[in-house]
């Protein structure tokens, strides 16, 4: 069963310390992972989008990593207004849409 | 670029009574859109991918009769949940992906708040 899976569930962190959110799938056929970030009640934010194992992509204080099994998203020295939760999805080849990870709640505190 | 707009942002309606979610590409032709629904605290549940021009396709679970989708244009698409019910209250999200756009990424509307008295 394909299935994706992020952790923490929360994570709080002091401004200016860094840290990763993982993002692990087990699916057949990976043809795209992608990063959002959603603040409350408001739609999801388009981050990144990684196709192959070993791609990288950076935007401000994020980065985001793929290897064949999990994806990191890397926050350097974190902002409060970083906080949000964060959400990865995976796309299938056999499928048109997104199966989504429950997220990663992140605090950031001053 | 790549703005999904959704109206209206907040809804109220009674028991019973249809209401309408448009879900419009602002400045791109869309292909294809998606319809979320999220509940507190919770991810993105997909309700139905709709293609311009042809019936959306519901997922398992979702009822068809419930859940009215339109995709008239290549920037339209509309949500109709029929005689709301409050237990219809939800979060709801649009997504479009850009037509020939060489992406599969998803472009999401800032969502519209249901609320069934």
């Known amino acids: 069963e394909d299935q994706v899976t992020q952790s923490p569930e929360a994570l709080r962190l002091q401004e200016g310390e860094s840290s990763s959110l993982n993002c692990s799938y087990t699916?057949?056929?990976?043809?795209?992972l992608f990063w959002y970030r959603q603040d409350p009640g408001k739609g999801p934010e388009f981050l990144f989008t990684?196709?192959?194992a070993g791609e990288e992509k950076e935007k401000e204080r994020l980065k985001a990593t793929l290897t064949k099994k999990e994806s990191f998203l890397h926050i350097t020295a974190p902002k409060p207004e970083d906080s949000a939760t964060y959400l990865c999805?995976?796309?299938?080849?056999?499928?048109?849409?997104?199966?989504f990870g429950s997220g990663t709640k992140l605090n950031v505190k001053p | 670029g790549a703005v999904v707009s959704q109206h209206p942002s907040r809804v109220i309606c009674k028991s019973g009574t249809s209401v309408k979610i448009e879900c419009r590409s602002l400045d791109f032709q869309a292909t294809t859109m998606f319809w979320y629904r999220q509940f507190p605290k919770q991810s993105l549940m997909l309700m139905a991918t709709?293609?311009?021009?042809?019936?959306?396709?519901?997922e398992q679970g979702v009822e068809k009769d419930k859940f009215l989708i339109n995709h008239a244009s290549l920037t339209l698409s509309t949500l109709t949940v029929t005689s709301a019910h409050p237990e219809d209250s939800s979060f709801y999200i649009c997504s479009a992906q850009i037509a020939g756009g060489g992406t599969d990424t998803q472009y999401f509307g800032p969502g519209t708040r249901l609320t069934v008295l």
């Open positions: 999805a995976v796309l299938l080849y056999n499928f048109n849409k997104f199966y």
């Open positions: 709709s293609n311009e021009g042809s019936k959306a396709t519901y």
């Open positions: 699916v057949s056929g990976l043809r795209g």
């Open positions: 990684l196709y192959s």
